[in-house]
């Protein structure tokens, strides 16, 4: 049974930063696809990162470049996103996803993670 568990959310300040973590048990990383999701109150569910091919192919969402980094060690199976200079508009609940292929899709991942709430605020 494939299970994703997110942790490494919370409270932060504007600029602040969080990092993410998104352990897998029952699938294994290497060679497939890790993406990373967040979700706002009444906001569809929207695709942030992926990462694929232990780290060296990476994707970002043009709202989240440069501060975001998304990372996968396929020895401890987990992935990673590194969040930094956050803005109140990166608050949301933060879904890590796992698939075969990378996709900024949400139907493009078969496995996901419960989710863990980030909130940026002063």
């Known amino acids: 049974q494939v299970q994703l568990v997110e942790s490494g959310g919370g409270s932060v300040q504007p600029g602040g930063s969080l990092k993410l973590s998104c352990a897998a048990s029952?699938?294994?990383?290497?060679?497939?696809?890790m993406g990373w999701f967040r979700q706002s109150p009444g906001k569809d569910r929207e695709w942030v990162a992926s990462?694929?091919?232990?780290?060296?192919?990476?994707n970002y969402a043009d709202s989240v470049k440069g501060r975001f980094i998304a990372s996968q060690d396929n020895v401890k199976n987990a992935a990673y996103l590194q969040m930094n200079s956050l803005t109140p508009e990166d608050t949301a609940m933060y879904y890590c996803?796992?698939?075969?292929?990378?996709?900024?899709?949400?139907?493009?991942?078969?496995?996901w993670g419960q989710g863990t709430q980030v909130t940026v605020s002063s």
């Open positions: 990462v694929s091919f232990g780290g060296e192919a990476t």
């Open positions: 996803a796992a698939g075969a292929f990378c996709s900024t899709a949400t139907v493009g991942f078969p496995y």
């Open positions: 029952g699938y294994t990383m290497r060679g497939r696809c």
